[in-house]
């Protein structure tokens, strides 16, 4: 397969005073928030790819390093969370642009967990505002904003040792493209379901009651042989297979596959030394390093990985079913 082309990578100057931990862009791609060890978070104006240099807020907060932001949908306006080794989760809005001062305040500050919080991530829009945390001290909480303007949260056990991170499966039900709704048939109400990933080497996979009003552990993937370091659950346009990628502190990236909502889930280890450019003495179905995050394109095709020895790889599933790189960028 040929390889896919990657435009020349644009330095970003931050002006943070340590580690970045995570950027992210918003859903336009307009924005850009980073995070820092210095316990800051930046919001940066992207216009044409680049930042604008007089562009640039800094959110001051967190007591300790920030590990990851996200930025909800914009349909609930700007809104950005980030999590902290302090152990609290903020989340931030932007003050309307007509305001002599411009720029953002604190809107929520979760306080339920007592230890780090390694991970944030909102669900998909159809589900309303609602925000998935990861902790080390075991447990995952759910944020929900209701329509009386309050918050609610949800916090539960998860992971034995610690939870490093949440993905929330997409809103659409796998198969609806293939089988559409009868005529005069009611909607079926989106299903809310995310998967978490832990110190205890597992994967979990837990879905909302709406009977018992709770979140309840729907399924176990195990398949690593260290920690889970991240867990994504690739987008769905309504086709039958899902599929959720993870990456490990045992050097190995996983993709889960299910075929339909009865089959169960199966494995395959992605194979780094395939790649052209791989070490000759590479082993099989191992990274040169840790592998820390893996992130789905928005269409789910492709996959990024992105591993401890400073390398972003890009993977394709052929038509063979068998998974590709079909790029890699040093950083």
Same mark, same amino acid.
């Given at each position: 397969?040929?390889?896919?082309?990657?435009?020349?990578?644009?330095?970003?100057?931050?002006?943070?005073?340590?580690?970045?931990?995570?950027?992210?862009?918003?859903?336009?791609?307009?924005r850009?928030?980073?995070?820092?060890?210095d316990?800051?978070?930046?919001?940066? +104006?992207?216009?044409?790819?680049?930042?604008?240099?007089?562009?640039?807020?800094?959110?001051?907060?967190?007591?300790?390093?920030?590990?990851?932001?996200?930025?909800?949908?914009?349909?609930?306006?700007?809104?950005l969370?980030?999590?902290?080794? +302090?152990?609290k989760?903020?989340?931030?809005?932007?003050?309307?642009?007509?305001?002599?001062?411009?720029?953002?305040?604190?809107?929520?500050?979760?306080?339920?967990?007592?230890?780090?919080?390694?991970?944030v991530?909102?669900a998909?829009?159809?589900?309303?505002?609602?925000?998935?945390?990861?902790?080390?001290?075991?447990?995952?909480s759910?944020?929900?904003?209701?329509?009386?303007?309050?918050?609610?949260?949800?916090?539960?056990?998860?992971?034995?040792?610690?939870?490093?991170?949440?993905?929330?499966?997409?809103?659409?039900?796998?198969?609806?493209?293939?089988?559409?709704?009868?005529?005069?048939?009611?909607?079926?109400?989106?299903?809310?379901?995310?998967?978490?990933?832990?110190?205890?080497?597992?994967?979990?996979?837990?879905?909302?009651?709406?009977?018992?009003?709770?979140?309840?552990?729907?399924?176990?993937?195990?398949?690593?042989?260290?920690?889970v370091r991240?867990?994504?659950?690739?987008?769905?346009i309504?086709?039958?297979?899902?599929?959720?990628?993870?990456?490990?502190?045992?050097?190995?990236?996983?993709?889960?596959?299910?075929?339909?909502l009865?089959?169960?889930?199966?494995?395959?280890?992605?194979?780094?030394?395939?790649?052209?450019?791989?070490?000759?003495?590479?082993?099989?179905?191992?990274?040169?390093?840790?592998?820390?995050?893996?992130?789905?394109?928005?269409?789910?095709?492709?996959?990024?990985?992105?591993?401890?020895?400073?390398?972003?790889?890009l993977?394709?599933?052929?038509?063979?079913?068998?998974?590709?790189?079909?790029?890699?960028m040093?950083?």
């Amino acid at each position: 397969m040929p390889s896919a082309t990657t435009t020349e990578a644009v330095p970003i100057e931050t002006a943070h005073e340590d580690m970045i931990h995570d950027a992210q862009l918003d859903y336009y791609g307009k924005r850009l928030a980073t995070c820092s060890s210095d316990r800051t978070v930046k919001v940066f +104006d992207v216009i044409g790819g680049e930042p604008l240099k007089s562009s640039g807020h800094t959110l001051k907060g967190h007591t300790g390093p920030v590990w990851q932001v996200a930025w909800a949908h914009p349909k609930f306006g700007h809104i950005l969370a980030s999590c902290s080794y +302090d152990g609290k989760v903020l989340i931030w809005g932007e003050r309307s642009q007509g305001t002599t001062d411009g720029g953002w305040t604190r809107v929520k500050e979760h306080t339920l967990h007592t230890a780090s919080v390694n991970s944030v991530s909102w669900a998909p829009h159809e589900l309303g505002a609602m925000l998935a945390c990861a902790s080390s001290d075991g447990k995952l909480s759910v944020l929900t904003f209701k329509d009386d303007g309050q918050w609610g949260a949800d916090i539960f056990n998860g992971h034995a040792i610690g939870c490093n991170s949440v993905s929330w499966a997409p809103a659409t039900q796998p198969g609806s493209l293939i089988h559409p709704q009868q005529p005069g048939a009611q909607p079926s109400a989106p299903f809310k379901r995310f998967a978490s990933a832990g110190c205890d080497n597992l994967v979990k996979i837990w879905g909302y009651r709406e009977d018992t009003q709770s979140w309840v552990e729907e399924e176990t993937l195990d398949g690593h042989t260290d920690w889970v370091r991240d867990v994504a659950w690739a987008p769905n346009i309504g086709l039958p297979r899902s599929y959720i990628a993870t990456a490990s502190q045992d050097k190995t990236v996983l993709i889960w596959t299910k075929d339909s909502l009865t089959s169960p889930w199966v494995k395959t280890a992605l194979d780094p030394s395939t790649a052209s450019g791989a070490p000759s003495a590479a082993a099989a179905g191992k990274f040169p390093d840790v592998v820390w995050r893996v992130s789905w394109s928005l269409a789910g095709n492709i996959l990024a990985v992105s591993c401890g020895d400073g390398k972003v790889t890009l993977w394709k599933e052929n038509l063979r079913g068998i998974w590709e790189c079909v790029s890699d960028m040093s950083s």
